[in-house]
């Protein structure tokens, strides 16, 4: 599985940004999505997670209410729609793919679970 993000960028403290994370090499409906990010001198954080259909999701608590994951399986693409955005969202963005099959919330927060990763795509949210 290759992924590739994209979509960050520069953005006000209040504004929006949508990132895009493009999967190829298997068939993309076969694995639940996430995004992670880290911040500088910080621990790579989870933000949110997909179902295989896109049925369910699951975010972090300090993006909840902000941020959208969603997927569109005919596209073989994840989205990650960023409003409200704050300083502290400043970070690299990665996506993510876990094949395994159960939808289990309790281990999305765990990088470990993910088989394969995107290379990052910065997202800098001034105030």
């Known amino acids: 599985v290759q992924l590739q993000a994209y979509g960050g960028g520069l953005v006000q403290a209040g504004g929006s940004l949508r990132l895009s994370c493009a999967a190829s090499?298997?068939?993309?409906?076969?694995?639940?999505m996430g995004w992670f990010r880290q911040a500088p001198g910080k621990e790579r954080e989870f933000v949110a997670i997909?179902?295989?259909?896109?049925?369910?999701?699951y975010y972090a608590d300090s993006v909840k209410g902000r941020f959208a994951i969603s997927r569109d399986n005919a596209k073989n693409t994840v989205y990650l729609q960023m409003n409200s955005l704050k300083p502290e969202d400043t970070a690299v963005y990665y996506c993510?793919?876990?094949?395994?099959?159960?939808?289990?919330?309790?281990?999305?927060?765990?990088?470990?679970?993910?088989?394969?990763w995107g290379q990052g795509t910065l997202v800098t949210v001034s105030s």
């Open positions: 997909i179902s295989r259909s896109g049925g369910h999701t």
């Open positions: 993510a793919a876990d094949l395994s099959y159960s939808w289990n919330p309790g281990t999305a927060r765990n990088a470990h679970e993910y088989d394969y």
């Open positions: 090499g298997r068939t993309f409906n076969s694995y639940k």
